[in-house]
């Protein structure tokens, strides 16, 4: 079964602060994982997927298979970041498509 | 730049009442999603469709829940008769492609509540 954990509801930061959302995972088999972003009053929308290795907004995120992480690092947080953030998982082969999704992390910088 | 749309923004119904949420996938896509969140739980999957047929399900999925693509521009999530625990938020997606790395557009979601 695939699983996501996503250990902190609340993250709070200054501005300016280094920012790491931690996201766990558990799948047998070879996972795709994902990063998505929910800001105030807007839909659910993609940040980054580990298979693109790219840098969105500053944020980056490497998958660990040895400790089944996809932890969501920022050197400095802004404002503009404060946001609901949910690490999703995905089959990377094997057919289907379906996210199993964290809990989410409130993402909070605060001046 | 293309959205996925949903319709209405909240529904409110009684128990035992069927409902039906409406969704609008951007145009060329071929891959469409229903997913839910309960409130302060996470989003959970429902349903794939693809082809005119769900590829994929999962066990909320049960015989009280129906989709449908009627013509070429929705697609519905159709649940017969309400319960107390169907309240959520449901999200529509679509995708152009399956497979690695498709993206899933996300619509801004229908909050169901259940009387």
């Known amino acids: 079964a695939q699983r996501v954990t996503q250990p902190e509801k609340l993250l709070s930061v200054f501005k300016g602060a280094p920012v790491e959302l931690k996201c766990n995972y558990s799948?047998?088999?070879?996972?795709?994982l994902f990063w998505y972003v929910q800001y105030s009053r807007q839909r659910l929308q993609l940040l980054l997927r580990h298979i693109s290795r790219e840098s969105i907004k500053g944020f980056t995120a490497d998958l660990n298979k040895g400790e089944t992480s996809f932890h969501l690092k920022k050197p400095f947080a802004q404002e503009e970041d404060s946001a609901m953030y949910y690490c999703a998982l995905k089959k990377l082969t094997g057919g289907g498509n379906k996210l199993t999704f964290g809990t989410g992390t409130q993402l909070k910088v605060e001046l | 730049e293309p959205e996925v749309t949903q319709t209405p923004s909240h529904q409110v119904t009684q128990m035992g009442q069927e409902v039906i949420l409406r969704c609008v996938p951007i145009?060329?896509?071929?891959?469409f999603y229903w997913y839910r969140q309960i409130l302060g739980q996470k989003v959970e999957f429902l349903v794939s469709?693809?082809?005119?047929?769900?590829?994929?399900k999962s066990e909320i999925f049960d015989d009280q829940f129906s989709v449908e693509r009627p013509d070429g521009s929705n697609f519905t999530l159709k649940i017969r008769s309400t319960k107390l625990e169907d309240s959520a938020m449901y999200f529509c997606?679509?995708?152009?492609?399956?497979?690695?790395?498709?993206?899933?557009?996300f619509g801004p979601g229908t909050r169901l509540t259940v009387l």
């Open positions: 997606a679509s995708s152009d492609i399956a497979g690695a790395s498709n993206e899933q557009f």
């Open positions: 145009s060329n896509h071929l891959y």
């Open positions: 469709f693809y082809n005119n047929e769900i590829s994929e």
């Open positions: 799948y047998s088999g070879s996972p795709e």
